[in-house]
């Protein structure tokens, strides 16, 4: 398996409710981003896992809350969202070695829209 | 700083026509750069990255480290590449985040 899958394609959801976004990649890559992108804009890095472990967080409000259970497996769980969060989420992945470049390679996303 | 600039927000040409699309970055070091391509509704998707010197689609880019440019490069343009292309820089400090170029919208006419 040489992609990044993401589910759902498309969520729709009110501000007051909790949902969660999926992310999987079996790759052996070690690193995992959550990014956020606006339609004609380049991606926004969010949240960024290293071996399982959060190693970057730009400063992303709580409502948005990362998880990252296993080497495969990314979550991202979403609550009380404002309309302003409507956007493409798009999850990466890349090896992560100390010594090869570190390229990131990238799910199709997930459409939110936040009512 | 590090930076990545495209300075043409939308691209127009011909179908066979000759295109490139232009990076310029600011880094102090060795960079490491890349080409992205996002077609219509389709997954962000690896171009080109300047270690590989690789030609893909048919398209090439070269890293002038005294132009700081990596210009992406395609001597006839086809209708499917109609596309927006992201420049990106890997910032090889601890993080290793990507820095983006705003992007250019190439649109290929028939």
């Known amino acids: 398996d040489t992609e990044v899958t993401q589910t759902p394609k498309h969520l729709v959801m009110g501000m007051t409710n909790k949902k969660s976004l999926k992310c999987e990649q079996h790759m052996g890559h070690r690193a995992m981003y959550w990014y956020k992108q606006k339609a004609k804009k380049p991606p926004e890095l969010m949240f960024v896992?290293?071996?399982?472990?959060?190693?970057i967080n730009e400063s992303v409000p709580s409502r948005f809350s990362p998880e990252c259970p296993n080497s495969s497996l990314l979550n991202l769980h979403l609550h009380a969202l404002q309309p302003e969060d409507s956007a493409l989420y798009l999850c990466?992945?890349?090896?992560?070695?100390?010594?090869?470049?570190?390229?990131?390679?990238f799910g199709p996303g997930t459409r939110l829209t936040v009512l | 700083a590090q930076r990545v600039t495209q300075p043409e927000k939308l691209l127009s040409v011909f179908k066979g026509a000759p295109v490139e699309l232009k990076c310029n970055y600011s880094?102090?070091?060795?960079?490491?750069l890349f080409w992205y391509v996002q077609y219509s509704r389709q997954r962000l998707q690896l171009l080109l990255r300047?270690?590989?010197?690789?030609s893909i689609k048919g398209f090439t880019a070269d890293l002038n480290k005294g132009e700081t440019s990596f210009h992406l490069k395609k001597p006839f343009a086809q209708e499917e590449d109609s596309a927006m292309y992201y420049c990106a820089l890997i910032n090889a400090g601890n993080n290793r985040k990507l820095i983006w170029g705003l992007g250019t919208s190439l649109a290929v006419n028939p």
């Open positions: 300047h270690i590989s010197r690789e």
């Open positions: 880094y102090s070091g060795s960079p490491e």
């Open positions: 896992y290293s071996y399982e472990k959060l190693s």
């Open positions: 990466a992945s890349s090896l992560r070695t100390s010594v090869s470049t570190d390229t990131q390679y």
